[in-house]
């Protein structure tokens, strides 16, 4: 993620699809989730920014504050619940902030 020109308080998310898109009978839960951002100083150095776990919640969230101008690794591990079917695996990342970031 790349943070434009200028400082600001900026936060990302992670959403997984919503359990209200299955039938209301399932037994889907929503799976855990770590969120690992660092800033990347060069080609060879990392600065830890913070961590987040979500723990079964749909959407989980990393305050990160105030963000310099730059290039931003982040590092995402979900632990699908096992009744989570393969096609619908995957997340959304999104940004706020008062700037539109890269990804």
Do not use: H
Request: hydrophobic content about 25%; overall charge negative.
């Amino acid at each position: 993620m790349t943070i434009p020109e200028g400082d600001g308080k900026y936060t990302v998310s992670l959403s997984q699809k919503d359990n209200r898109f299955y039938d209301k009978n399932n037994d889907i839960k929503y799976s855990q989730c770590r969120l690992v951002i660092a800033r990347k100083i060069d080609d060879d150095k990392l600065e830890y920014v913070k961590t987040v776990t979500g723990i079964w919640k749909r959407d989980t969230y990393a305050e990160l504050g105030e963000l310099e101008e730059g290039e931003y690794l982040i590092y995402v591990s979900v632990d699908w619940d096992d009744n989570t079917p393969e096609e619908d695996r995957f997340y959304n990342i999104t940004s706020y902030g008062p700037e539109s970031a890269e990804f």
